[in-house]
């Protein structure tokens, strides 16, 4: 009876005033959402908010196409049952909007459920007038709207509806406050099966291929009793028959002695002549190694396995699993609130203000956890060899080591993240994500590691690999002046260093950058100039903790072998310090969330030295933990577990951001942020993450890592 009432009235001639009656109320309710978040800077309110949505820009308008607009007449003068699911399927105003509930997101599975008609999400620019944001009288916050529309309308049909009717509802209230800036129309599938994905997939399917078939070949030589190589045999081809080197696998035979006893023991047995096995020929042998190389049992093994080489310093690989823990964390809240589908904004940014969650806001120094370890490892690996060969290394392979150990890795993501990612979504925000124009057009940026040079970046977290890679190429000078000349190395590290920070203080006091605010400037400072661009990812304000951890790397080298007698009150002022210091550089800035601020000169002090101290503290971790003076730090850095975790942190760092998008674009419902789920999430995006790194490691990693093997030549091997 109720459904009959519902649909009379519906349609009748008042069907388009009560869409129109729906277009006001959301309209006129949207004018008045208040943003008290003081702690955050308008560029961070805009940009926050504008991730993962088009540009909002003034929209031009255009005549919508003849069949859209005759679709829509037509639902509307005939009504019926369709016109009732196509309005209760539209997004309406939601509770809580006086918080930052702008979702409005409708409901998109009984959208793409009726026939002829399909989810489109609507983005608006919102001007609040005298709302005061940091001295900013006004801000211009997304509003997103769900529409259920006819499928014969496009993105720009729709928007150019829209903003007619916005203008129908502003006109007699004489207001212009809100524009219709963008809409985004689903289709199923959300992106097309182009030749990338093609291509993708034969990829993939390719490289699953050859771990199975490297496991085959594998086992078939096993079961006929031969003897398994390491993954580390040297394959030398073309050489003559007469001097070949045991093929890879060698057939055992140990034929029982004249005289010899049967497993029984009472019966002798006489033997027969032993006649040699056949040695395989150099492209049989050949062969066998690339597929041996893929071998998903024999990869699998030294993924998982516990031990380490000898020399090898066990508390890194805690820092390192730890710090790519970090780097998730803070990634986590930053890709849910970016959206456009959350629905208590505001109260996800006060949470942002808390004394515990600034943990999460300063992520960013385990970036400079990781830079710090790569500078160790290169000075600390690299000067072990110039020690045992002379000061010789084979300069072009140490290269080409760092490029084909990363590039291959990052080149699959940047095809998943292009041509698989489209694929696995759907909902209200999902069409956000089905193409990356930076990608398609700066993809090159990144296989040359010059991407931290370019506004628009593919996969933009990869930032670090250009930063991380610069670093390395002018590693060499710096090693063979610590080799060869060890004061003027330091001095050289100690030069850098002060460039570094000086330049980095620079930019902060020019453009006025504030910190609180990671990425965003003060809205005093120049639009034109953004904090990620001019400090965040350039290599001259990050490479403090790189030549830290390349001092470090050097004195581990000098004094692996001997021991350091540290009175305890040394050790404790050294632990008290360390810890002191590193708990102000991520807690230091709760003031300047709360009433606070810091003075420019304190923002360039804090931005350009806290990437050293950083680095100082954890040189002295490791020290302590190298020289016995860490105790059960030291035990629980060097725990077993973290060594297979710290293998795969590359590919999951690679791919976790993959798993976030996928995670917090495919909300159909508005999403509420909650203070106390934020650990549940972490927890199942890094158990995710980890899984695609296993699989990233074994299809790409560890196969093309041997295949490097069997291409370098016998000196530059061992030299590596």
Known sequence: MMASKVQTRLTSGKAVAALKQILQVSMIA???VPSSSGFMTPTMVGNMLSAGRPLLQPHNPSKISEQCDAELVELFVDGGEKLVKVLDATGKPQAGILVGNWAWLGHFDECMGISGFRYCAAYFQ????????????????????????????????????LNYFVEQVEAPFSLSAVNGSAALCATDPPAAYNTGFIITVCLIAVLSILVIMGALVDKTLRSINYKAPPTT???????????????????????????????????????????????????????????????????????????????????LNGIRVISMSWVILGHLVTFVLQTGTVGNVMYGYNQVGRFGFQAINNAFFSVDSFFFLSGLLVAYMTLGRMAKSGGSVPWLWFYFHRYWRLTPALGVTMLVHLYLKPHLGTGPAWQTQVSDPGCERYWWTN?????????????????????????????????????????????????????????????????????????????????????????????????????????????????????????????????????????????????????????????????SLSKFAWG??????????????AGWVNDFLSWELWIPMSRLTYSAYLLHP?????????????????????PFEFAGVFVLAYSAAVLMALLVEFPLGNLEKMMMPSSKTKAS
């Not at 057939?251 to 040695?279: F, M, N, Y």
């Not at 100082?616 to 003076?629: E, I, K, M, P, T």
């Open 233 to 315: 045999q040297k394959l030398i081809i073309n050489r003559n028959a007469a001097t070949a080197s045991t093929h890879p696998y060698q057939r055992v035979v140990d034929p029982t002695p004249e005289g010899g006893r049967s497993e029984r023991g009472d019966q002798p047995i006489v033997s027969e002549p032993w006649v040699p096995q056949e040695i395989p020929t150099a492209c049989t042998q050949a062969w066998h190694q690339f597929f041996l190389s893929f071998a998903v049992n024999r990869n699998l093994s030294k993924l998982m396995k516990a031990a380490t080489s000898e020399g090898s310093i066990g508390c």
């Open 30 to 32: 949207s004018l008045y």
């Open 447 to 607: 296989i040359l590691y010059i991407n931290n040079f370019y506004d628009n970046k593919c996969i933009d977290w990869v930032w670090y690999l250009a930063n991380d890679t610069q670093f390395f190429i002018i590693s060499p000078f710096i090693l063979i002046l610590l080799y060869r000349k060890p004061v003027c190395g330091f001095l050289s590290l100690a030069v850098l260093t002060i460039i570094s920070i000086v330049v980095t203080a620079y930019l902060m006091v020019k453009y006025k950058f504030r910190i609180d605010v990671v990425f965003f400037a003060d809205p005093t400072s120049n639009p034109l100039h953004s904090f990620e661009n001019e400090i965040y990812v350039k290599p001259y304000c990050r490479i403090a903790p790189y030549l830290v951890g390349m001092a470090m790397g050097y004195l581990l080298h000098n004094y692996k072998d001997k021991t350091f007698k540290l009175h305890p009150i040394l050790v404790a002022t050294g632990w008290a310090m360390a810890t002191a210091v590193a708990m102000a550089l991520v807690y230091g800035l709760y003031g300047d969330y709360h009433g606070h601020p810091i003075p420019v000169v304190g923002r360039a002090a804090y931005m």
């Open 658 to 678: 993959i798993i976030l998008n996928i995670y917090s674009f495919n909300m159909i419902n508005p999403y509420y942020f909650s203070y106390f789920t934020v």
């Open 616 to 629: 100082v503290c954890l040189s002295w971790v490791v020290f302590a933990c190298r020289f016995g003076y």
């Open 126 to 161: 919102v001007t609040l007038p005298n709302i005061t944001i940091i001295g900013v009288s006004t801000i211009e916050p997304p509003l997103v709207w769900g529409l259920c529309v006819p499928e014969s309308c496009s993105n720009s049909d729709v928007l150019s509806s």
